[in-house]
Structures are given as structure tokens and as C-alpha cells.
């Protein structure tokens, strides 16, 4: 049902809204959170952290001969490149967007027939999973095809000479391509082909294909951020590419104009960063039918809840197409949702408001949505740069804003919130899933993921190298089928240390006991990058944790390591308890409600956090239910409880227990 009953009034499965004020715990102790609280005014510095490792310098060599054969400067066109791909080339697959190669070049007819178009479920009206967010096959097609100005292989094509094969699977090639545009858009605005970098910020804004000046701005900024700060990195494919940094360069923004591109009026609805493009397309909230309304509720954040969550979706599918669903009424809501092709953003609800999206009711009514566009079981359709920056932009303006601390506790992938009971396990959500790059994300927000102690701190952040660490996944294109190879942020965890020990279980995923598998969409056995667990022991290359009640073992050699040390606070069972329950949710006890609020059932999940096990400690809240059911807001109540809970980094999700049923210690103790 959508926007009827609610909870056990009409769902007993349904996750509430959340605590009251958020407690972070910032004691000297926490540095599990702490050490990520890097200053959130500052810029992330454009090199990134990326470091370059060995591998061949071709693709170096092919920028610079494409730069002198077309009378661009390197970094101009280095620079470009960084914001569409880091200079990855895909193996020749295309974007969400269609674009190929190292340089993004577009071609839509190609890409229809390549790119798949997958499904990751979706909830209906306040979160619980229902229907799946299916790409009608009729509107496949009209979502794919690209205006003029974003068909660039084409366009290169008849620059070049170059074939389109060799456009879109050959680097040197694509390269090539890229230069030529930019050449081409420097003529035709009648400027000269300077050797002077900051003489080419129109053409640079032309590349982004954006329709408004406001995007292109943002695009031509954030290249040449990169110029002037640097950058390096071996690519996808071994290349070792390198961008010196050149601090002198200022670009004249004012040649924008000659673009024509129309300036959007920023809505006053819109709650974003100055230095993101964003429009405002709101989702509807319209009663329809008996008691039904959509596509989100009311609300008065953070004066009536705390906004402690900010979670991490991708689309599974186009930016035309989100659009359509989010205007829908009958469908669900998230506040944000942001473009592959050049980082746009559209925002669909007010902040105070809440959206039906993350398929646990507690969670929605303490967090914000983003939806970025892209699939999950599709690596290769990437996530551009541009889209990436758009994103820590926002979320750091977010996090300032709430009160949010950058850590994988706050920071949530749609993978990482709990089933709200044992039912709605199954039916979670895996998105944006191991392909999402967690570590360039957080080094975006100006928060890496770093040591911050040494072996006796207690605890692990998951940190393998993101391009070299490509653990074999299946199901991608379809079952039992390995997925192509691809970098990943994620480890898989075995019950013994060893490759060949069987994958740890997951009882909520599979009651019969049976072992986790290596699907794309099986976290029974992962731990993501950023996440934090508490060290159970240690055997030589192999490193256990304490995970979903049981210790989890993963692969993390001295000499190439996948997680970082770290200390702070962890949670355990008090004295003489032999287990404490977990919950999904952190709802009041049943005193709390008042008259004409149904009780919401404190409802355990099947794991336990047994006697001896530690967890990582994220938050401090008191129990509290958001009680929304009606059209008018006016009949909405927010019930606040004098439990007060936890939330531990249990498994690949996060989980709550009851802060009377454990005792909190520094993880070095």
C-alpha cells in the first residue's frame, strides 16, 4: 500500500523514521570516526591521492602526439580526459551515456545494442520492496539517443578519418578523436590554437555536452582544477599517465558566452552547493484514490528528526527515464538524482521532506537520497568523473549542513541499510554494489581512508586498491556467468584463512544455512571499502573479523594490503550476557506511543552478537518513530523513546542494538 496505514498499523514489516538528535560520540576514543573529519570547507586537492605505478606510458605518448598533431595544449587535453574517464579506457565498453575511450566520445546506436539494462528492485510508496524499477523496452530506446551535441564519435569520425571501431576500442585512437573535437569547437568559437592553456575554457565547456551554461561552467572548473593541481595514475589497462601540476594557469571564464548556452535561473527550491548545476524537478505529492497518496511524505527536518543518513543509489536506469518515475505519482522518491554525462544534478524534494527510497521506513525518515545514474551489474557502463565530483560536492555540502560525519557509518550505499525484520532481508537492495569506488569517493569529500593505528588498534578499514583488486563476481549478464573483470572496493570473507575455505553465511539471506556465493548481488560475504570491523585474529596474510555473529577471514598481505589499521570504539555484550539481540531499526518501547499511535513491534533480526564478539560503533540515538500516514501532515507524530540504541557495523549492512544490552570499549583495550 502507498501512504495508508503505516508499520504494523498496516505492515508490521515496515522500518520507522529515526531517533531524535543524533549523538555522535566524539570522544578521544572515536577515532574510527574522527580520523575521516577532515575539513569540509577545503577542496579536495585535484590530484586526488591517485599515484601512478609501474606500467607502460603508450597512452601518454598518444595525448602528447594527439595534442601536437591538432594544436591543443597536453594538459587541456589531459585534463578533459580526467573528468570524463581518469583516463581509463573500459576494454572498449561504453558509458551509461554511450560514450567510449579514454576521451568519452558518444555514440548512442552503438551503446543501445552494448549497454544492459538491469534491475535492482525498488520499494513502493514508504520503502518496502515491491516491484522492480524496470526500463520499459519502449522507452529504452528514446532514453538512448543523444542530441547532436552529444554524438561526438561521429563527429570525430569525420575529423579523423578514424573509423568508428577504432574510435571506440582503440585508446590512441579515441585520444585522437578527443583532440580534434577540441580543436574543432576552438576554431569554430574563432579562437586562436594557443599554446596557453587558459585560452581554452570554452572549448572545454563544449566538450561537456551540457545544455546549460551553468553545467558546462562546472565541467570547465573542475578541468581545470585538475590542471592546476596535477594529477597521476595507472589506468585500467596498465597505462602510467601523468599530468604535472600547473598552479599559473587561469582560465578567462568570460569566453563562456560565446557558447550561447541558455543560463538556468536557480529555483529557490534548490538546496545544493553554489558550485554544482543543478534544476529542481519535483516529485509530486498528490492524493489519488482511498487513502493513497505519493510519491513521499511532509516533513519539518531536522527541527522534527535529525538527518543522521545520507545513502548512495545508482538508477538502473537513464536519466530520462529516473526523471519520468520520479514524477510519477504512484511511484516512489528520493531527493536527488544525478547525470553521468557531465555531473547535472535535479533535486526532487525539500530536505524537511521524506522520500521513499531506501526500503527501511527508519532509515528514510533520517536520511537523504542520492540516485546516481548507472548499473550495478554493468561495471563497465561507468560512473563518469564529473559525476563523481558532482556527488562529494553535494555530499559535503550535505554533511556540513546536517551535522553528518564522512565516515561508511553515515555515508551509506542503498547495499548497506538493514532489513528492517527477518521478512524484508531478502528483499534489500545491493546498489551502487562493488563497483562503486569508495575510496575515490571519500578522497573526493576530502576524507581518505587512512591508518590511524597499528596492528594492536583493534580494528580494520576495508582499503584494497580499487584498480588492481578485481575479485571474480558472477551474474552480471546472466547465472553462474563471471562477470568481466573489474576493479572492485570490496573483500570477500571465507570462514577459515584460506581462498579455498567456504564463503561465511548469511542466516537472513538464507535461513537453510547454505553458503554465500560470489553473485554480484550476494552480500553475504563482503566487507566494502571505508567499512570498519573489529579484528577477531590474525594468521600470516589472512585477517578475521567479527562479522554477522561469526568470524570472517579475508586476504590482506603485508605487501599488498586490503584494509588499513584503526582504533576507536566498539560495542560488545555486557557481563554475563551470552548474546544480545540486533535490530534493524531503532523504534521506542512500546510506552512511549501515544494514544492513537499503534506500537511498533521491537522486532530482532535472526543474527546475534554473541559473548567475546566486538563491533564497530557508529552512532548513539534514542529510539524514535515517525509516524506518517495521513495526506495532511498535520495528522503526522514523531515518537520519541527513552531507549537509547546503537548502530554497529555489523555485516556488509549496518544494525542496532540496544544500548542496555551491551557496554561500549576502546577497540585497543
Not at 496505514?5 to 515496515?14: F, I, K, L, V
Not at 553462474?480 to 572492485?488: D, E, K, L
Request: charged fraction near 20%.
Amino acid at each position: 500500500m502507498r501512504g495508508s496505514a503505516q508499520d504494523s498499523a498496516h505492515d508490521p514489516n515496515r522500518p520507522a523514521p529515526g531517533p531524535s538528535r543524533r549523538t555522535t560520540l566524539r570522544t578521544a576514543g572515536v577515532a574510527a570516526s574522527a580520523a575521516f573529519l577532515l575539513p569540509l570547507a577545503s577542496q579536495a586537492p585535484a590530484a586526488l591521492a591517485d599515484e601512478p605505478r609501474s606500467g607502460s606510458d603508450a597512452l601518454q605518448q598518444a595525448f602528447a602526439a594527439a595534442a601536437e598533431e591538432y594544436g591543443v595544449p597536453l594538459s587541456v587535453l589531459l585534463g578533459v580526459s580526467y573528468l570524463q574517464s581518469r583516463w581509463d579506457g573500459h576494454a572498449g565498453a561504453p558509458s551509461v551515456t554511450g560514450g567510449y575511450g579514454p576521451m568519452h566520445l558518444t555514440d548512442a546506436t552503438t551503446a543501445l545494442t552494448r549497454t544492459p539494462h538491469h534491475s535492482h528492485g525498488t520499494e513502493d510508496a514508504r520503502g518496502d520492496l515491491a516491484r522492480p524499477l524496470e526500463v520499459p523496452a519502449t522507452e529504452v530506446p528514446q532514453a538512448r539517443q543523444l542530441p547532436a551535441r552529444l554524438r561526438t564519435l561521429e563527429r570525430a569520425a569525420a575529423l579523423t578519418g578514424l573509423s568508428g571501431a577504432a574510435l571506440r576500442g582503440e585508446e590512441a585512437a579515441n585520444v585522437r578523436g578527443g583532440a580534434a573535437l577540441l580543436a574543432a569547437e576552438q576554431r569554430r568559437l574563432g579562437l586562436p590554437l594557443s599554446e596557453d592553456a587558459s585560452e581554452w575554457y570554452a572549448a572545454v565547456a563544449a566538450y561537456s555536452g551540457s545544455d546549460n551554461a551553468t553545467a558546462a561552467a562546472v565541467f570547465a572548473d573542475d578541468v581545470f582544477e585538475v590542471i592546476r593541481g596535477g594529477a597521476a595514475r595507472t589506468t585500467d589497462s596498465g597505462e602510467a599517465v601523468s599530468l604535472p601540476a600547473a598552479p599559473e594557469v587561469s582560465p578567462d571564464a568570460r569566453q563562456l558566452r560565446a557558447l550561447g548556452l541558455p543560463s538556468v535561473k536557480r529555483d529557490p527550491n534548490i538546496d545544493a552547493p553554489k558550485d554544482v548545476s543543478c534544476e529542481w524537478i519535483p516529485a509530486p505529492y498528490e492524493q489519488f484514490g482511498d487513502n493513497d497518496y505519493g510519491n513521499h511524505d511532509l516533513g519539518n527536518r531536522p527541527e522534527s528528526q535529525s538527518i543522521d543518513h545520507i545513502v548512495i543509489h545508482d538508477t538502473e536506469g537513464t536519466w530520462d527515464v529516473c526523471l519520468k518515475l520520479i514524477q510519477d505519482p504512484t511511484y516512489v522518491s528520493w531527493q536527488y538524482t544525478l547525470r553521468s554525462a557531465d555531473g547535472h544534478i535535479a533535486q526532487h524534494l525539500a530536505l524537511k521532506d521524506v522520500g521513499w527510497h531506501a526500503g527501511n521506513w527508519y532509515i528514510n525518515a533520517k536520511s537523504i537520497g542520492l540516485e546516481h545514474e548507472g548499473f550495478l551489474t554493468a561495471p563497465d557502463t561507468w560512473y563518469t568523473e564529473a559525476m563523481y565530483r558532482a556527488s562529494a560536492r553535494l555530499v559535503r555540502y550535505l554533511a556540513r549542513k546536517y551535522d553528518i560525519p564522512l565516515d561508511r557509518q553515515h555515508i551509506l550505499g542503498h547495499d548497506n541499510v538493514p532489513g528492517t525484520t527477518t521478512p524484508n532481508i531478502k528483499g534489500m537492495h545491493t546498489d551502487p554494489g562493488p563497483y562503486w569506488d569508495w575510496a575515490h569517493y571519500f578522497t573526493l569529500l576530502g576524507a581518505p581512508f587512512r591508518a590511524t593505528a597499528g596492528p594492536g588498534g583493534g580494528l580494520v578499514t576495508i582499503r584494497p586498491d580499487y584498480d588492481t583488486h578485481q575479485p571474480v563476481y558472477t551474474d552480471c549478464e546472466s547465472a553462474g556467468q563471471a562477470c568481466a573483470p573489474h576493479g572492485s572496493g570490496a573483500v570477500r570473507l571465507h570462514t577459515a584463512p584460506g581462498a579455498d575455505a567456504p564463503l561465511v553465511k548469511d542466516i537472513g539471506l538464507r535461513p537453510d544455512g547454505a553458503d554465500s556465493t560470489t553473485g554480484v548481488n550476494d552480500t553475504g560475504a563482503r566487507a566494502s571499502t571505508g567499512q570498519q570491523f573489529a579484528v577477531a585474529e590474525r594468521q600470516g596474510d589472512w585477517t578475521a573479523i567479527w562479522y554477522l555473529g561469526q568470524k570472517a577471514w579475508f586476504e590482506n598481505p603485508k605487501r599488498r594490503p586490503t584494509a588499513v589499521n584503526g582504533k576507536g570504539l566498539v560495542v560488545t555484550p555486557k557481563e554475563g550476557a551470552a548474546e544480545v539481540p540486533v535490530y534493524g531499526r531503532a523504534y521506542p518501547e512500546k510506552e512511549a506511543y501515544p494514544e492513537g499511535v499503534p506500537v511498533q513491534a521491537v522486532s530482532p533480526l535472526p543474527y546475534k552478537l554473541l559473548a567475546g564478539q566486538r563491533y564497530a560503533l557508529g552512532l548513539k540515538t534514542r529510539g524514535e518513530y515517525l509516524w506518517a500516514t495521513t495526506f495532511d501532515p498535520a495528522g503526522h507524530k514523531v515518537v520519541r523513546g527513552q531507549d537509547t540504541y546503537y548502530q554497529i557495523q555489523f555485516g556488509h549492512r549496518v544494525a542496532f542494538v540496544r544500548a542496555a544490552d551491551v557496554r561500549i570499549e576502546p577497540s585497543d583495550h
